[in-house]
């Protein structure tokens, strides 16, 4: 409670600091302190642009998207707004710093951004990191008006994709490799919609989704360990895919090979079974369709505990 109070008040006085220290390089007509708060302010709103896409998760669509407990999104989402939080403080100490008033007006909604940005746990804290990020970008409109009325020709950057430079989408790089999907698990996803795809074909994407993923973890190896995690929860989210599949894969040949004449048999009825509990999860893949029917002319549910 304390620090959704701290967070409430630093966003709400943050209009009325940001009024009060403009008016000093409005009414003075200093052009010159636009074009200083541009430049402080420039590198901390190409971060915070380029990570503000990765707070919001993304929304996953179709029978064959896996959606169930994608903690790996949750985690990636958590770390872009403690990657916020670190270009504001580093903005919020240059505008200390400078004698640009303009930029100085600026301080404590950044202050409020490292407040509601830091270490989130849940959508709640998120949701107010974002929410502090807009209130930031509508003190830049504010400030990028009073910049034009004094007749400074500054640009003073918004929150957006046109913000984000080459520093800020090389930072964001590794963070996206992290998260996925990468090139072979993108053509796996594709493939797992696919009913022609084949059982083989989708493990044979596994495994190069999986090589793939290794070699994210190899480049993070002496990046930050909040970095390395977003990476590591999302390749145990796709090994448990790829596990599901592998199962999948094993009872289906199972049933329409040896099972198929005979179900009766010890490694038969485990193999309905396991049939029965996996096709409860969903069938993960288009290529494991069949199974559902297969397992109904094989199987005898009587007997498959």
């Known amino acids: ?52 896409p990765h707070l919001d998760l993304p929304e996953l669509e179709g029978p064959y998207t896996p959606k169930d407990n994608r903690n790996d999104l949750a985690t990636a989402s958590y770390f872009a707004a403690n990657a916020i939080r670190h270009a504001a403080n580093d903005g919020r100490q240059k505008a200390k710093r400078s004698d640009s008033a303009a930029a ?29 990020v807009a209130a930031f970008d509508e003190q830049l409109a504010t400030t990028a ?11 003073i950057p918004r929150v957006s994709e046109a913000a984000v430079d080459d520093a800020a989408r090389e930072e964001v790089a590794l963070f996206v490799a992290a998260k996925g999907p990468n090139p072979a698990e993108t053509a796996l996803l594709t493939a797992m919609k696919d009913e022609k795809v084949t059982p ?7 495994q190069k989704t ?7 973890l ?9 970095l390395k995690k977003v990476a590591i929860v999302h390749k145990e989210k796709v090994k448990a895919w790829c596990v599901r599949m592998g199962d999948m894969a094993a ?26 509990r996996r096709l409860s999860q969903g069938t993960v893949a288009a290529a494991f369709e ?13 007997e498959a505990k």
């Open 1 to 52: 409670m304390h620090h959704d109070r701290v967070w409430a008040l630093l966003l709400a006085s943050s209009i009325i600091a940001c009024g009060d220290a403009e008016k000093g390089a409005e009414g003075g007509g200093d052009e010159a302190a636009y074009e200083t708060a541009a430049e402080v302010l420039k590198a901390s709103v190409a971060t915070i642009s380029a990570y503000q």
């Open 104 to 132: 100085k007006s600026l301080v404590d909604p950044m202050t409020a951004i490292a407040v509601a940005c830091a270490t989130p746990e849940d959508r709640e804290s998120v949701e107010k990191c974002k929410a502090a």
């Open 145 to 155: 008006e009073k910049a034009k009325a004094a007749g400074s020709a500054a640009t």
């Open 200 to 206: 083989k074909q989708l493990l044979d994407g596994c």
């Open 210 to 216: 999986m090589t793939e993923l290794d070699g994210v």
């Open 218 to 226: 190899g480049k993070l190896a002496s990046k930050p360990e909040d």
């Open 251 to 276: 009872i289906l040949q199972a049933l329409e090979g040896p099972c198929a004449d005979n179900a009766s048999t010890d490694d038969c009825k485990e193999m309905c079974a396991k049939g029965r």
């Open 290 to 302: 069949r199974l559902k029917e297969v397992r109904a002319e094989v199987c005898e549910d009587e």
